[in-house]
């Protein structure tokens, strides 16, 4: 799949005020000059001899506001544009006429008629201001956009002026063609105008505004964002309302052109020798924007209007207006939106409303955006609040990085699923299973060693296929359909209707904790300093300490205190202040446990390792005929200490429901919190009570895991002096920084303060929460 971005031009890379002084001038020609409306009699009509008189005049006849008005409604060509105006000047003066027999039927580019209507105005000598004009918000107008909203000028004309109108201000009708024509002579001037069409001006002596355009951003700027993008391999294509000459004109002046590849530029021209083509074989269709055909022709020089649309997310657009916005979409395209095409609050609402799926300031933040929309983490992060754009991104990202051409992705979002996603993918028949995990700081360049694992004897689910590229981890697995551990766990919890009982699952759990010892038994051996540091778990606790996300999370930050929200309580006092929970003085700050974790987690160490799963909690574990953990996941599997590997399935499989529902514990969450200033202490009173189920899975991991585990290992000569802090700072980090606390997204400010309560709480190794690991004496 080619990486391909489709920029439109104006509002995008070039200004287009010169387009919009240059419609004004048409305006203001149609209504002053003697060779057309002359609504005020003079003798001659002056052409302006300078850029600053040309938009005085423009101005005066077509306001800013009204030219953004129609940008917002999805009028995108800037000849259309101009003729919107046209038809709007043309209804008002035709309604001022006390006296218009003979004027219909309207045609308004023929001289004839012209004379005809010129007579009759100088009768009159209407007030013309652009004040009159019909406003958009029309009855008869509002709610209407792009091609659309030019053909109901024809019912507006109707209703003004009595008489029904129609087949004469339509898309393309003459009149609208003498306004481009008029359009190509005012943008042009003489010399390029004659080059370009190869005969005069109907008025020559027009400076051509095109001389005076001007890039909308410093050139510099603009060309670091380009080649940014094609540094990150993308291929640059341009699809543009203005003509080919006009579009490629300023860019070549720019130094700009030559980034863009020449078979994805897409102009007016190519555009309208398509529905000349069309026409010919009596297809009368309007392919300019929003209409998605310029930006197909764009991403895929082959396509033809009518055949079949390429995956959704195939391509991207860079644009500015609603109109772009709604050609992306029906192209399948994702769509990045500019603000900078849109200058007016109507147009910035417009433009929000019409859906684009990232919006940003201007083209110098696309290269961060494409990227972001690339990375996992995004749409880790979308999957529960805008999944079908998560969807999309993923199945580009199957193209991009893995060539798997899907044909559809869902994604199942679920509470455990607080650094990962998973969900189904479907080609033919055939479905697969997908997941992969997500770190933001990630530092390891490899994970998922199912293949390690499955050899030493773990019952775990073999990927058909595997991407191990730091920051882009995906596994396909074939799909499964055995519940999965934490599902079961959840219903037991909450008394709902379950599929097995707590004794099934208690004796599961106590399976696989004697199965878990038996595999660390086989394969203990000695790792050096080296070897050890780079096992993959040491992600789950050194580095997510280390390596950004503590930062990231805290830094700088407040939590609320649950009763009094006002109060705001800095990261860095919670971190210094004592801690006092349920009437104990805990014995270390959380300052001092996050030092002291930094310091025996430091992987640079030797150590006995085992080969285990690393983050075997209960998202990862499926239950197997009703007895039998089956592993998947294996994100963080390798050679690591025993004593890191026990942690994650300990903390998340027991202590843990409030990070996965935190808004729907807080409710019945019976946690105060006082912050004692002239102490320095921080109050805490909760009770640590466990559901029965996790309580009864709680012990069964101390007695047929931990106990004999420390046991084992102190008798070998494995057990290190420091095992204690070593376990207790693992412990630390998993309520700490699995996700952030202060993040009122993701949980309430209650929630926020018990999981530091359990982080500071787990960190201390003379607490009796997990007694047995006490109860091992060191001889």
């Known amino acids: ?28 020609e149609l209504l002053y000059s003697p060779r057309y409306w002359n609504v005020d009699g003079r003798k001659e009509y002056v052409l302006p001899r300078s850029v600053e008189e040309c938009r005085a005049l423009s101005e005066s ?16 060509s800037n000849w259309d544009t101009c003729y919107a105006g046209f038809c709007l000047y043309l209804i008002d003066v035709l309604a001022q006429l006390p006296n218009r027999d003979g004027l219909f039927p309207l045609r308004p580019e023929d001289p004839t008629w012209i004379a005809a209507f010129r007579a009759r105005v100088a009768q009159v000598k209407p007030v013309v201001s652009p004040e009159r004009l019909r406003p958009l918000t029309d009855p008869l107008l509002d ?32 009149s609208w063609k003498l306004c481009r024509d008029l359009f190509q002579e005012w943008y042009l001037g003489d010399v390029l105008f004659v080059q370009e069409y190869g005969y005069p001006p109907a008025e020559p002596g027009k400076l051509g505004c095109v001389h005076f355009e001007q890039p909308l951003l ?26 080919r000459f006009e579009a490629l004109t300023p860019l070549q002046d720019y130094g700009l052109l030559e980034l863009f590849a020449e078979e994805h530029i897409v102009t007016h021209t190519e555009v309208a020798q398509t529905e000349h083509l069309l026409r010919e074989q009596g297809k009368k269709m309007t392919l300019a924007k929003p209409h998605p055909f310029p930006f197909l022709r764009a991403a895929f020089p082959e396509y033809r209007p009518g055949e079949p649309l390429p995956p959704r997310g195939s391509f991207i657009v860079v644009g500015d207006t609603t109109s772009d916005v709604r050609g992306a979409r029906a192209g399948e395209a994702l769509c990045i939106a500019v603000r900078t095409g849109a200058r007016t609050e109507e147009a910035r609402i417009l433009l929000e409303r019409s859906g684009p799926d990232f919006l940003v300031d201007n083209v110098t933040y696309v290269p961060t955006q494409v990227l972001e929309l690339d990375d996992l983490a995004t749409i880790q992060r979308l999957q529960f609040s805008e999944r079908a754009k998560a969807e999309t991104l993923l199945q580009r990202w199957f193209a991009l990085h893995m060539d798997l051409h899907v044909e559809s992705v869902r994604l199942t979002p679920k509470a455990v699923s607080l650094n990962s996603f998973n969900g189904f993918y479907q080609i033919g028949e055939e479905e697969y299973f997908f997941k992969t995990h997500v770190e933001e700081q990630g530092v390891l360049a490899e994970y998922y060693n199912a293949t390690l694992l499955h050899e030493v004897g773990y019952n775990v689910v073999l990927p058909v296929r595997s991407l191990r590229k730091s920051g882009q981890q995906m596994v396909i697995y074939p799909v499964i359909r055995w519940p999965v551990m934490f599902d079961l766990m959840c219903q037991m919890e909450m008394g709902q209707p379950a599929e097995t009982t707590i004794d099934q699952l208690v004796a599961a759990e106590r399976l696989e904790c004697e199965r878990l010892l038996r595999i660390y038994r086989d394969t203990l051996a000695s790792a050096s300093a080296e070897e050890y540091a780079a096992a993959p778990i040491h992600q789950l606790f050194w580095h997510r300490l280390t390596g950004g996300r503590l930062t990231s999370f805290y830094k700088d930050k407040s939590l609320p205190l649950p009763t009094s929200p006002e109060r705001q309580i800095p ?37 006995m390792t085992v080969v285990g799963h690393g983050d075997a909690h209960f998202g990862n574990v499926f239950l197997e005929e009703g007895h039998e953990y089956l592993y998947f996941d294996p994100a963080f599997a390798g050679r690591h200490s025993p004593l890191l590997d026990v942690i994650k399935p300990l903390f998340h499989n027991v202590f843990a429901t409030w990070m996965y529902f935190s808004f729907e514990v807080e409710p019945n969450c019976h946690l105060s919190v006082r912050v004692n200033e002239s102490e320095h202490c921080i109050e805490v009173v909760y009770d640590f009570t ?25 008798s070998v000569g494995a057990l290190p002096d420091d095992w204690r802090e070593i376990m207790h700072s693992a412990l630390l980090c998993c309520p700490l920084l699995t996700i952030n606390l202060f993040d009122s997204q993701r949980m309430p400010s209650l929630i926020g303060w018990l999981g530091l309560t359990y982080a500071v709480y787990l960190g201390q190794e003379e607490n009796s929460v997990i007694p047995n690991l006490q109860a091992v004496e060191v001889e």
């Open 1 to 28: 799949m080619k990486k391909l971005i489709i920029f439109d031009l104006d509002g995008v890379i070039t200004s287009e005020e010169m387009y919009w002084t240059t419609a004004g001038l048409v305006l203001h």
């Open 61 to 76: 006849v077509f306001p800013e506001p009204l030219i953004q008005g129609l940008k917002a409604r999805a009028v995108n």
């Open 143 to 174: 709610g209407y956009g792009g091609f659309d909203l030019l053909a109901r000028f024809e019912v507006l004309a109707s209703d003004v002026l009595g008489e029904r109108v129609e087949d004469t201000l339509e898309h393309y009708s003459p």
């Open 218 to 243: 410093p050139v510099a700027d603009l060309r670091a964002s380009l080649e940014n993008l094609k540094a990150q391999g993308y291929t640059l294509g341009i699809c543009t309302g203005r003509g």
């Open 571 to 607: 990261f860095e006092q919670i971190c210094a202040y004592r801690w006092r929970i349920n009437g104990v003085e805990q014995h270390r700050t959380l300052g001092e446990l996050i030092t002291r974790a930094t310091e025996v987690l430091r992987p640079e160490r030797e150590s």
């Open 690 to 714: 466990l559901p029965s189920v996790r309580e009864a899975i709680l012990r069964t991991k101390r007695e047929y895991l931990l106990t004999p585990l420390l046991e084992w290992l102190r």
